[in-house]
Protein backbone atom coordinates (compact mmCIF):
# COMPACT_ATOMS: atom_id res chain seq x y z
CA UNK A 1 0.00 0.00 0.00
CA UNK A 2 1.61 3.32 -1.35
CA UNK A 3 1.30 6.18 1.28
CA UNK A 4 1.58 9.83 0.95
CA UNK A 5 2.51 12.75 2.86
CA UNK A 6 2.18 16.54 1.98
CA UNK A 7 4.06 19.38 3.57
CA UNK A 8 4.89 23.00 3.28
CA UNK A 9 1.58 24.62 3.49
CA UNK A 10 1.13 27.24 5.53
CA UNK A 11 -0.40 30.67 5.49
CA UNK A 12 0.99 33.18 3.37
CA UNK A 13 0.07 36.68 2.32
CA UNK A 14 -1.28 37.59 -1.25
CA UNK A 15 1.03 37.58 -3.50
CA UNK A 16 3.17 35.05 -1.50
CA UNK A 17 4.56 31.36 -2.10
CA UNK A 18 5.07 27.68 -0.98
CA UNK A 19 6.49 24.96 -1.89
CA UNK A 20 4.35 22.10 -1.19
CA UNK A 21 5.80 18.60 -0.85
CA UNK A 22 4.74 14.70 -1.83
CA UNK A 23 6.68 12.45 0.10
CA UNK A 24 6.05 8.22 -0.59
CA UNK A 25 6.60 5.60 1.19
CA UNK A 26 8.03 3.73 -1.50
CA UNK A 27 10.46 4.70 -4.76
CA UNK A 28 7.36 5.15 -6.43
CA UNK A 29 7.76 8.54 -8.55
CA UNK A 30 9.71 7.61 -11.93
CA UNK A 31 6.65 4.68 -12.65
CA UNK A 32 3.72 6.67 -11.01
CA UNK A 33 1.92 9.63 -12.29
CA UNK A 34 1.64 12.21 -9.53
CA UNK A 35 -1.11 14.78 -9.05
CA UNK A 36 -1.83 17.58 -7.11
CA UNK A 37 -5.36 18.92 -6.08
CA UNK A 38 -7.48 20.65 -3.56
CA UNK A 39 -10.65 21.46 -2.30
CA UNK A 40 -11.91 24.80 -0.84
CA UNK A 41 -14.59 24.88 1.82
CA UNK A 42 -17.92 24.22 0.06
CA UNK A 43 -16.07 23.26 -2.99
CA UNK A 44 -15.90 20.15 -5.42
CA UNK A 45 -12.08 18.95 -5.03
CA UNK A 46 -10.22 20.48 -8.06
CA UNK A 47 -7.16 19.37 -10.06
CA UNK A 48 -3.83 21.55 -9.94
CA UNK A 49 -1.03 20.28 -11.55
CA UNK A 50 -0.11 16.80 -12.33
CA UNK A 51 3.79 14.88 -13.62
CA UNK A 52 3.31 11.71 -15.40
CA UNK A 53 5.15 8.95 -14.69
CA UNK A 54 6.40 6.03 -17.40
CA UNK A 55 4.70 3.23 -18.38
CA UNK A 56 6.64 0.48 -20.77
CA UNK A 57 7.98 2.65 -23.82
CA UNK A 58 6.26 5.54 -22.78
CA UNK A 59 8.89 8.34 -21.14
CA UNK A 60 7.30 10.16 -18.27
CA UNK A 61 7.83 13.64 -17.01
CA UNK A 62 5.08 15.36 -18.68
CA UNK A 63 3.32 17.86 -16.84
CA UNK A 64 -0.21 19.66 -17.58
CA UNK A 65 -1.36 22.32 -15.15
CA UNK A 66 -4.64 24.17 -14.56
CA UNK A 67 -5.73 27.18 -16.10
CA UNK A 68 -6.04 28.96 -12.77
CA UNK A 69 -2.66 28.17 -11.96
CA UNK A 70 -0.96 27.86 -15.31
CA UNK A 71 2.14 30.40 -14.98
CA UNK A 72 2.67 30.49 -11.31
CA UNK A 73 2.87 27.20 -10.16
CA UNK A 74 5.43 24.37 -10.79
CA UNK A 75 5.40 20.93 -10.50
CA UNK A 76 9.02 18.81 -10.33
CA UNK A 77 10.29 15.97 -8.78
CA UNK A 78 13.45 14.49 -6.74
CA UNK A 79 13.46 10.59 -7.40
CA UNK A 80 16.52 10.73 -5.10
CA UNK A 81 14.12 11.74 -2.72
CA UNK A 82 11.43 10.59 -3.24
CA UNK A 83 9.45 13.28 -3.45
CA UNK A 84 7.17 15.57 -5.91
CA UNK A 85 7.31 19.16 -5.12
CA UNK A 86 4.21 22.18 -5.85
CA UNK A 87 5.86 25.44 -6.05
CA UNK A 88 3.33 28.29 -6.14
CA UNK A 89 3.67 31.87 -6.39
CA UNK A 90 1.71 34.99 -6.47
CA UNK A 91 -0.16 33.57 -4.29
CA UNK A 92 -4.01 34.32 -4.26
CA UNK A 93 -7.16 34.09 -1.43
CA UNK A 94 -8.75 32.17 -4.29
CA UNK A 95 -5.68 29.53 -3.85
CA UNK A 96 -7.09 28.62 0.01
CA UNK A 97 -7.69 25.60 0.15
CA UNK A 98 -6.43 22.08 1.74
CA UNK A 99 -4.27 20.50 -1.05
CA UNK A 100 -3.93 16.93 -1.78
CA UNK A 101 -1.51 15.02 -3.56
CA UNK A 102 -2.50 11.86 -5.49
CA UNK A 103 -0.49 9.18 -7.62
CA UNK A 104 -1.55 6.37 -9.99
CA UNK A 105 0.77 3.68 -11.36
CA UNK A 106 1.57 4.38 -14.77
CA UNK A 107 1.41 6.89 -17.43
CA UNK A 108 -1.29 9.34 -17.29
CA UNK A 109 -2.46 11.07 -20.60
CA UNK A 110 -4.33 14.31 -21.75
CA UNK A 111 -8.21 12.53 -21.11
CA UNK A 112 -7.40 11.68 -17.24
CA UNK A 113 -5.12 13.43 -15.77
CA UNK A 114 -7.36 16.28 -14.37
CA UNK A 115 -10.18 13.02 -13.21
CA UNK A 116 -9.62 12.74 -8.99
CA UNK A 117 -11.41 9.12 -9.50
CA UNK A 118 -8.45 7.82 -10.95
CA UNK A 119 -6.17 8.43 -8.98
CA UNK A 120 -6.00 5.55 -6.31
CA UNK A 121 -3.53 6.79 -3.49
CA UNK A 122 -4.15 9.88 -1.79
CA UNK A 123 -2.32 12.04 1.24
CA UNK A 124 -4.06 13.31 4.05
CA UNK A 125 -3.33 16.94 2.59
CA UNK A 126 -1.72 20.45 3.72
CA UNK A 127 -3.85 23.42 4.14
CA UNK A 128 -2.95 26.58 2.36
CA UNK A 129 -3.94 30.23 3.01
CA UNK A 130 -3.51 33.31 1.07
CA UNK A 131 -4.52 36.43 3.22
CA UNK A 132 -5.53 39.39 1.64
Known amino acids: QVQLEESGGGMVQTGGSLRLSCAASERIFSTYSVGWFRQAPGKEREFVAV?????????????YYADSVKGRVTISRDKANNTVYLQMNSLKPEDTAVYYC????????????????????WGQGTQVTASI
Open 51 to 63: ISGSAGSVSGGHT
Open 102 to 121: AARPGFIGRTDYYRWKVYPY
